[in-house]
């Protein structure tokens, strides 16, 4: 396919799903994410949204246009390839609208936590826990709707572009941050509750012994650090925190701080440490 017909198609494409989308976030054009996105300064933003030529009355729809050509373009190997991607994201915005609102809470949880993001623009063009969650998003519906084989092919593509692997089947949450995102595992049965944090390196695995849930269950405002192994059907409490580089076996209970391996106890807090990018740990007595 010629890259004068190419870009043809996906514009057609594209015009006739968002033509159908309704916008579902209720918010006015310059406050939404995709208004934010339009005024911010830089460059190769400006440039990716003109080189796409998205222009539409609805801020939702032009937000999963957008978002559908570049987790298309991140994952594929070749034009055509682009086009298939890029016609699957587009049906799933349209079709489950709620899906581009999520990424765009994701987006906005990622900047208003993260102090390493200066602009919403940087995010979504560049981080990719990001790109890797709203891909595992569209993976995870068509889990649901029994496409597996189809969503297997994305969890696939997914760690083989960001090394990160998130089976289709795992439940996450909204406001969800991958920070850095290389080498975080999640499994099939792990639940992830809205506002978590999850660092580079950290596994929400299995012991191997166990059949059905068999994964952890992270509660909303938890903050797990770089580096750990979550392991086993367990639960991470409401607000906990667990140190870089800890093997959590066992339930951890709310606002608790544990660290080590296996990991214990170090602390207790009265907030949720995910909100405010809080990995602190209270002093500890190390005992050799």
């Known amino acids: 396919m010629g890259d004068q017909a190419y870009a043809s198609s996906k514009q057609e494409i594209g015009n006739k799903s968002l033509s159908s989308s309704v916008s579902a976030s209720g918010e006015a054009g310059a406050q939404t994410i995709w208004g934010i996105l339009n005024r911010e300064p830089n460059p190769l933003l400006k440039e990716f949204i003109e080189h796409h030529n998205i222009a539409n009355a609805d801020p939702d729809a032009c937000f999963a246009l957008a978002l559908s050509s570049l987790l298309s373009g991140k994952l594929s190997s070749s034009a055509e390839s682009d086009l298939n991607f890029f016609s699957l994201f587009i049906k799933y915005y349209q079709d489950f609208p709620h899906l581009s609102i999520i990424a765009q809470s994701d987006l906005r949880a990622l900047y208003d936590r993260n102090p ?3 602009d919403y623009g940087t995010a979504f ?16 519906r068509l889990w649901i709707e029994k496409q597996e084989t189809a969503a297997r092919f994305i969890q696939s593509l997914i760690s083989e572009r960001w090394d990160i692997d998130i089976h289709p089947a795992a439940v996450l949450g909204e406001h969800l941050i991958l920070d850095h995102g290389t080498g975080i595992v999640i499994g099939e049965t792990a639940r992830v509750e809205d506002d978590v944090v999850l660092f580079q390196g950290v596994t929400l695995g299995g012991t191997g012994k166990e059949s059905g849930k068999r994964h952890p269950t992270v509660y909303q405002g ?18 906990a925190k667990v140190g870089a580089g800890s093997v959590v076996v066992k339930n951890v209970p ?12 170090v ?8 909100l405010t990018f809080d990995q602190s740990l209270p002093a500890i007595d190390y005992i050799l």
């Open 267 to 274: 602390g207790r807090h009265t907030h949720l440490p995910a």
């Open 222 to 239: 938890s903050i797990i650090g770089a580096g750990s192994k979550v392991l086993g059907a367990i639960e991470i409490g409401r607000g």
């Open 254 to 265: 709310a606002f608790t701080c544990v660290f080590g391996n296996p990991a214990q106890v």
């Open 116 to 118: 390493a993001v200066h």
């Open 125 to 140: 063009l560049n981080f990719k826990g990001y790109h890797a969650l709203q891909c595992y998003r569209v993976a995870h």
